[in-house]
């Protein structure tokens, strides 16, 4: 059973940065796609970005490009999302997801088969 739990969320003024960091263990000897989705309060989960665990193959929603990227550390097993110049429209609920397969081109959250808690990320203008 693959577990995840985030971390790194808070808040901080438009402009400014964070760094999320998602810890995955219970991994079967396979490959797996990883992403990030939020969720505000009153909306849907967003997909934000995916990457496929040992390729450097990444995807992102078109609301983050530019300034969000995610990478992966496998000697870790950690997943991170670099956000920059955030905004207060990316205030949400931050999600790691895992799915046992390759990504898809399209971010839907009923790909992901593995998810973690949650952290908040608050965004002040």
């Known amino acids: 059973q693959v577990q995840l739990v985030e971390s790194g969320g808070g808040s901080v003024q438009a402009g400014g940065s964070l760094r999320l960091s998602c810890a995955a263990s219970?991994?079967?000897?396979?490959?797996?796609?990883m992403g990030w989705f939020r969720q505000a309060p009153g909306k849907e989960r967003e997909g934000v970005a995916n990457?496929?665990?040992?390729?450097?193959?990444?995807i992102y929603a078109d609301s983050v490009k530019g300034r969000f990227t995610i990478s992966q550390d496998n000697a870790k097993n950690t997943l991170y999302l670099e956000m920059n110049s955030l905004k207060p429209e990316d205030t949400a609920m931050y999600y790691c997801?895992?799915?046992?397969?390759?990504?898809?081109?399209?971010?839907?959250?009923?790909?992901?088969?593995?998810w973690g808690q949650g952290t908040q990320v608050t965004v002040s203008s």
């Open positions: 997801a895992a799915r046992a397969s390759y990504c898809r081109a399209a971010l839907l959250a009923t790909d992901f088969d593995y």
């Open positions: 219970g991994y079967t000897n396979r490959r797996y796609c």
């Open positions: 990457i496929y665990t040992g390729f450097s193959n990444t």
